[in-house]
């Protein structure tokens, strides 16, 4: 069990860094009462830049950055057994 541990660690942090990617699965299959974060930018985008849009983006950029770095700094610890 304690081998699986990094392994469930680093699939949940690589599916939630994906999802951020899966623009066009919540394009077509969110319905019409539902708006996610990439379809927000999208309709936000359709009338223009907005700083608001921007910040979103890096704050999404900047959370997707720091998740990845935690899933190397998880998997090289676990790597070397500290």
Do not use: E, H
């Not at 939630?16 to 990439?38: K, P, R």
């Not at 704050?59 to 676990?78: E, G, R």
């Amino acid at each position: 069990m304690p081998l699986l541990r990094s392994t469930i660690i680093a699939a949940a942090l690589l599916v939630f860094i994906l999802s951020f990617d899966d623009f066009v699965l919540s394009y077509f299959c969110s319905g019409t009462s539902v708006q996610t974060l990439s379809l927000y930018l999208l309709s936000m985008l359709r009338t223009g830049i907005s700083p608001v849009m921007n910040a979103l983006s890096t704050f999404l950029f900047i959370l997707s950055a720091f998740l990845v770095m935690l899933f190397c700094w998880i998997t090289f610890f676990d790597k070397n057994g500290v």
